[in-house]
């Protein structure tokens, strides 16, 4: 007799489709889905895969990020593709002259890019422009910028930087034994 495996945990993991009901999404999957089918290169890959992934895996990027990865001169006349949010960033005072394709921009970004002579299109407009990602640079935001990623981790154990979940920092709040000289030791 064979060994009678359980199957009920079986799943595979990477996503075929978005689970997003979002109808623009969705189309924009079908276009990218056709294009990555039948063009050879990774770049409808790879923008496919992300339009499938979650909203924190597709985390926003700000126009400072953008302007900083673009100065060099041989991204100087390409087109930045975000498949995210794009966001205005009040701590700089001039935005150079960009070409942006995102899923979003902010009211500030959009307004900013504009002013500077740039233009803000969308995946559409991209995939007729350049169906094979000529003259792009694709960019993403920090994941781990998320105040999540500051309590991953075990709070209170040497050299760990982990954030506590506490109401708020004082004598009472997680500060007693182990922590001071006077209540016994500290580590």
């Known amino acids: 007799m064979g060994i009678d495996i359980n199957h009920k945990h079986d799943r595979k993991v990477h996503r075929t489709e978005p689970v997003s009901q979002n109808v623009y999404i969705r189309l924009l999957v079908k276009l990218y ?89 969308t995946f559409e407009q991209l995939a007729v422009e350049a169906p094979l990602g000529q003259n792009t640079v694709v960019l993403q935001g920090r994941r781990t910028a998320r105040e999540a990623n500051r309590h991953f981790g075990a709070p209170g154990l040497p050299n760990s930087h982990a954030k506590p979940f506490v109401r708020e920092k004082s004598r009472n709040h997680e500060m007693a034994r182990g922590r001071r000289k006077t209540c016994a030791y500290k580590k």
């Open 33 to 121: 889905r056709f294009l990555a089918r039948r063009t050879n290169g990774k770049f409808n890959q790879v923008i496919l895969k992300r339009l499938f992934m979650s909203r924190q895996n597709r985390p926003a990027i700000s126009l400072a990020r953008i302007a900083r990865q673009m100065k060099s001169k041989a991204r100087a006349d390409k087109t930045v593709v975000v498949v995210g949010t794009v966001t205005d960033d009040k701590r700089i005072f001039e935005v150079p002259k960009l070409k942006v394709c995102a899923l979003r921009f902010t009211e500030g970004a959009r307004s900013r890019i504009m002013k500077a002579g740039g233009s803000c299109i």
